[in-house]
């Protein structure tokens, strides 16, 4: 029988009610399919456990932050298979460990080492549906690990790479990705096919439908996406190969993203090494820097400026290693669009030469 990887968001089970329209909805994919489903927190349950969190203390230690947050996850993969055996199905629920998920050692955004899956895939030889927890794993030192936001999405891709899936569906409250954010540009349409790298693009700089890692795996392990929507039975969109007919279009999609901040080192001494020392300190943090602006030099100084997630901003503070500035402002509230086109390829600096970026 074939195997289906299955992933549904936190708006998509959100209450029982939900998650009991998921379950009828896995009911009508499992007859000769072996079936894998991945599930979110409920909700806004995971914001409410962060607000928990900063409530007792202003920066929570990274390795308690995922204790708790993989709580979350462990109470719907749980419900989710409560509710399959009410319909008369085998169901066995898994944690991102017990599923063989293993990572490094990077709390609250950890990148995956290894799948083994031999629990998940024991289960679904006894005829089991198996409900897994995404999000999360556990390092070599069996301590609990999370994957980042929208790391669900990236448990559901690496999942179907390891069992060698026909397909990985992952289903969300939108149904499917569109040339732009429809709560914007009302007039976007939906895409019945994006390219990998395409998508790659639209993802690390603003499109909220799918986790620019899980996207980076899919393409490495060629995993077929569709995303499409949990409350419609419509086709979504097929994330996958570029294709001949992909070659003819222009500009596929335009994102935006809020969620950035900007940051400004000023009377940078200009020379060689320096940003190496810069980035270096930044990259042993694992924070994603999106774009990087170098202003011309004068009076061999110049100013360095780059964006990170707002999230990894805690406040003002010197590199790790030394490097004289004379100043590290940031700007909390920077915007950046991009316009992703089938013909631009991502790379380790990918987004500078096609991103514009304000401070609002």
Same mark, same amino acid.
């Given at each position: ?6 992933k549904y968001g ?14 009828? $909805? ?20 995971? +914001? ?27 109470? #719907?993969? *749980?419900l989710l298979a ?16 017990? *599923?063989? %998920? ?10 995956? *080492?290894?799948? #083994? ?24 030192? +069996? ?29 969300? +409250? ?14 976007? $349409?939906?895409? =019945? ?19 620019? $890692? ?15 929507? #949990? ?7 097929? !994330?996958?190969?570029?294709?001949? *007919? ?5 500009? #596929?999609? /335009? ?7 900007? /940051?400004? %080192? %000023?009377? !940078?001494? +200009? ?57 590290? =402002? ?31």
């Amino acid at each position: 029988m074939a195997l289906i990887v299955q992933k549904y968001g936190g708006s998509s089970v959100a209450d029982v009610a939900k998650i009991q329209s998921v379950a009828r $909805r896995i009911a009508d994919s499992a007859p000769g399919h072996h079936v894998v489903v991945v599930v979110s927190a409920m909700g806004k349950t995971t +914001d409410g456990l962060v607000s928990l969190a900063h409530q007792l203390a202003p920066v929570p230690d990274p390795r308690e932050m995922d204790m708790l947050l993989a709580t979350g996850e462990q109470v #719907t993969i *749980a419900l989710l298979a409560m509710a399959l055996q009410a319909l008369g199905f085998k169901a066995r629920s898994f944690t991102g460990a017990q *599923a063989g %998920l293993r990572t490094d050692r990077a709390h609250t955004k950890a990148r995956i *080492a290894r799948i #083994t899956a031999e629990r998940v895939r024991a289960a679904l030889d006894a005829g089991a549906i198996a409900v897994v927890a995404g999000f999360q794993g556990a390092s070599d030192e +069996d301590e609990i690990t999370t994957l980042g936001r929208g790391g669900s999405d990236l448990t559901a891709v690496a999942l179907a790479a390891a069992l060698k899936a026909e397909l990985c569906e992952i289903y969300t +409250d939108v149904d499917g990705v569109y040339t732009a954010d429809p709560n914007v540009v009302p007039e976007a $349409r939906k895409l =019945p096919r994006v390219a990998y790298d395409e998508m790659l693009e639209m993802a690390s700089l603003g499109a909220k439908v799918l986790q620019a $890692r899980s996207v980076e795996f899919a393409k490495k392990y060629g995993v077929t996406v569709h995303v499409r929507s #949990t409350f419609k039975p419509d086709a979504g969109t097929i !994330v996958t190969r570029e294709e001949r *007919a992909m070659e003819d279009v222009v500009v #596929t999609g /335009i994102t935006h993203d809020r969620s950035q901040a900007k /940051i400004s %080192l %000023l009377r !940078v001494p +200009d020379r060689p090494g320096i940003a190496a020392q810069v980035f270096g300190a930044v990259g042993t943090k694992n924070i994603v820097v999106d774009m990087i602006v170098q202003n011309i030099s004068r009076d061999g100084y110049t100013d360095i400026s780059f964006t990170v997630p707002r999230g990894d901003v805690v406040g003002p503070s010197a590199p790790r290693r030394p490097c004289t500035t004379s100043g590290w =402002p940031r700007s909390p509230s920077s915007a950046s669009a991009c316009a992703a086109t089938p013909g631009w390829r991502p790379g380790c600096s990918r987004r500078s030469p096609r991103k514009a970026s304000t401070s609002r």
